[in-house]
């Protein structure tokens, strides 16, 4: 778990008054705390469900950068006429992207409490705050804490929030009020893996599998052991899936010229093809055009794709697409890019719907709701951003903040342990083992010494990719001409999650009733005025939800009317 905590309401700030609320008093400074509490606007947006959903404009650039692997998505070493391109192509840029400077932390004493229950995790939050941290508490009538941590940790932590609203104190603080909730990008990026090895590992003959099948992959590379079906070790899973884009895209791009059998076919025909980087990233755009961007379902609709339902071909495209969606996020949480990272949540906000990850596809769109319509503006910027930190200053050099607290306690089990170490001994010694890793860090560095914690990243993958891309070529995984039908269930998980999300009884408007419902149990004042606000608009939010799944089949009757005869029919 991570605390981190922005100074809000000076006298001597001066805020956009884009933001401010209506005032009694000129003199008088509207705190952030009080925008956050009043600002309650996702109950009343036009198709505010629309504004959850990815754009389209940046997807090319980014899919195409991501495609061509300039640092490292596409090993290509054994193409060479591939190679000598790749210092060519220009880096991503993203304008809300964080400066590369190393992130100041604080180590607190480890604490012998359960969490598996809310009232653990609400001991938790008392103990750091009030008494380790001992803040005051007025502190929080003006201070913003942000406590990110796995989607488990959230989840109590606002169950926790909700009972302590019940609270008649005055004080903030002992309400939980100025608390926000960030989710940890580790462990969404876990979960995914997670859902992919569900979702795209099947059991039975290899002979019957697809060829894109992630079990029939691995008999492939059987010397990755610690890659299992079911059980999640996530740097070898990581780089497992890995190899397998990069295997992907370099036979996605030999499906698109004439005579490419093998590897060998291919790389002779690139190295007299291709003669400039224009060349490369043409032929890279045309792939991306035609694998990465449409829709399976897109694609059977201009005749594409001539096999109906589930096929080789098309689960060779949703495996692509999931695949760059997974190293999109890890190559923009690496350079500290914030929008990217943005975009790809809003693409797993529906996938994690379809693939039957209900919680954390509720703690995305939780958390994009926030960062959209409920966080004060001016704080937006810095609470995202505590979504990573940089303990090298490299601009290479993030990381997701709940995996930097996981390798703390790493650390802390790897020299911390024995007989003797109890948990008040391990509570005075564990805040100098973070002083003592970074000082390790430091050293190594000046040293040129590989360090421990970055030895997965500079794993050399060449022999593998050129395994699986020998294999998709043979089995022509991205030949519509050679499709045919596969056996095996592969939803285009996208746009399954995006029309279950939406209309009146999709999991949109449920996770909302959930939210409003929390809001009525709020005892303090600022959320009574949010509770009669949201009653208020709550028509319009009806209307416009059931005009947006309607069309023009809504006639304009009672949203509330129709609603209720939903509900008798269920």
């Given at each position: 778990?991570?605390?981190?905590a ?7 700030e001066?805020?956009d ?5 209506p005032?009694?008093?000129?003199d ?8 956050l509490?009043?600002?309650g ?5 036009n ?8 754009s389209?404009?940046?997807?090319i650039?980014?899919y195409?950068n991501?495609f061509?692997g300039?640092?490292?998505a596409v090993?290509?070493?054994f193409i060479p006429?591939?190679e000598?391109?790749k ?7 993203d304008?809300?992207?964080?400066e590369?400077h190393i992130?100041?932390q604080f ?10 229950t809310v009232k653990?995790n609400?001991?938790?939050l008392e103990?750091y705050l009030f008494?380790i ?5 007025k502190s929080?009538?003006k201070?913003?804490v942000a ?6 940790t959230t989840?109590?932590d606002r169950s926790?929030?909700?009972y302590?609203?019940?609270d008649?104190s005055?004080s ?8 926000v909730?960030l ?5 969404t990026r876990?979960a ?14 290899a002979s019957e599998?697809?060829p ?8 492939l590379?059987d010397?990755r052991?610690?890659v299992k079906h079911?059980?999640?070790e996530?740097?070898a899973w990581l ?11 370099i ?5 698109l010229?004439p005579?490419?059998t093998?590897?060998e076919d291919?790389s ?5 093809r291709?003669?400039?980087?224009e060349?490369l990233e ?6 991306v055009?035609?694998?990465?961007m449409?829709?399976?379902d ?12 589930d096929?080789v071909?098309g ?5 692509f ?5 997974l190293q999109?996020?890890t190559h923009?949480?690496?350079y500290?890019h914030i929008?990217?990272?943005l975009?790809s949540?809003k693409f797993m906000?529906?996938i ?5 990850s209900y919680n954390?596809?509720a703690?995305?769109?939780?958390f994009l709701h926030n960062?959209?319509h409920?966080?004060p ?6 609470l995202?951003?505590a979504l990573l930190?940089?303990t090298t200053g490299?601009p290479?050099?993030?990381?997701e ?12 089990k790897?020299l911390?342990h024995?007989?003797n170490m109890t ?7 564990t ?9 390790c860090d430091?050293?190594?560095?000046d040293l ?13 993958a060449a022999?593998d990719v050129e395994i699986l891309?020998e294999?998709?070529?043979?089995n ?7 499709d045919r039908?596969?056996?095996?269930k592969?939803?285009d998980?996208?746009?399954?999650g995006?029309?279950?999300?939406a ?12 939210y409003?419902?929390g809001?009525r149990?709020?005892?303090?004042s600022?959320a009574?005025e949010?509770e009669?606000?949201t009653?208020?608009?709550?028509e319009?939010y ?8 309607l069309g023009?089949?809504y006639d304009?009757?009672d949203?509330?009317e129709l609603l209720q ?6």
């Amino acid at each position: 778990m991570s605390f981190i905590a922005e100074e809000l309401g000076e006298e001597d700030e001066e805020l956009d008054p884009s933001y401010a609320l209506p005032r009694t008093d000129e003199d008088r400074v509207v705190t952030i705390l009080e925008q956050l509490h009043s600002e309650g606007i996702r109950f009343s947006l036009n198709r505010f469900l629309t504004t959850l959903f990815r754009s389209d404009d940046p997807r090319i650039t980014q899919y195409t950068n991501t495609f061509l692997g300039r640092d490292g998505a596409v090993d290509c070493a054994f193409i060479p006429s591939l190679e000598k391109f790749k210092s060519a192509i220009p880096p991503l840029k993203d304008e809300h992207g964080l400066e590369p400077h190393i992130t100041r932390q604080f180590y607190l004493p480890t604490l012998d409490q359960e969490q598996g229950t809310v009232k653990g995790n609400m001991e938790v939050l008392e103990e750091y705050l009030f008494r380790i941290l001992n803040i005051p508490h007025k502190s929080f009538e003006k201070r913003l804490v942000a406590v990110l941590g796995d989607r488990l940790t959230t989840a109590r932590d606002r169950s926790a929030q909700a009972y302590r609203s019940l609270d008649r104190s005055e004080s903030r603080g002992e309400r939980f009020a100025s608390l926000v909730l960030l989710p940890g990008l580790m462990h969404t990026r876990l979960a995914f893996i997670e859902l992919l090895n569900r979702q795209l590992w099947h059991t039975g003959k290899a002979s019957e599998r697809d060829p894109t099948d992630l079990g029939v992959l691995h008999q492939l590379l059987d010397h990755r052991t610690r890659v299992k079906h079911g059980k999640i070790e996530f740097y070898a899973w990581l780089r497992f899936l890995e190899a397998i884009f990069s295997g992907m895209a370099i036979s996605a791009v030999g499906a698109l010229l004439p005579n490419c059998t093998s590897v060998e076919d291919l790389s002779n025909t690139l190295g007299a093809r291709i003669k400039t980087r224009e060349d490369l990233e043409k032929l890279a755009m045309d792939a991306v055009d035609r694998y990465l961007m449409p829709s399976v379902d897109r694609l059977e609709a201009t005749d594409v794709k001539t096999v109906e339902g589930d096929s080789v071909v098309g689960h060779a495209v949703i495996t692509f697409q999931l695949l760059a969606l997974l190293q999109n996020l890890t190559h923009s949480i690496k350079y500290g890019h914030i929008t990217r990272i943005l975009d790809s949540l809003k693409f797993m906000y529906p996938i994690f719907y379809a693939g039957g990850s209900y919680n954390y596809s509720a703690e995305i769109g939780e958390f994009l709701h926030n960062v959209t319509h409920d966080w004060p503006k001016q704080s937006v910027d810095t609470l995202v951003g505590a979504l990573l930190v940089n303990t090298t200053g490299r601009p290479d050099g993030f990381k997701e903040t709940d995996l930097n607290g996981e390798h703390y306690n790493k650390d802390i089990k790897d020299l911390a342990h024995g007989p003797n170490m109890t948990p008040k001994i391990l509570s005075q010694l564990t805040p100098s083992l973070g002083v003592l890793s970074e000082v390790c860090d430091i050293l190594v560095k000046d040293l040129g010494v590989e360090n421990r914690h970055t030895r997965h990243s500079h794993v050399k993958a060449a022999q593998d990719v050129e395994i699986l891309a020998e294999h998709f070529i043979k089995n022509s995984v991205f030949d519509f001409s050679r499709d045919r039908a596969s056996g095996f269930k592969v939803p285009d998980f996208y746009s399954k999650g995006r029309s279950s999300l939406a209309g009146v009884q999709g999991g949109h408007r449920r996770q909302l009733q959930r939210y409003e419902l929390g809001l009525r149990n709020r005892a303090d004042s600022v959320a009574e005025e949010v509770e009669d606000m949201t009653m208020n608009d709550r028509e319009l939010y009806l209307e416009d939800t059931v005009s947006f799944e309607l069309g023009d089949e809504y006639d304009g009757e009672d949203p509330d009317e129709l609603l209720q005869q939903s509900d008798d029919d269920d």
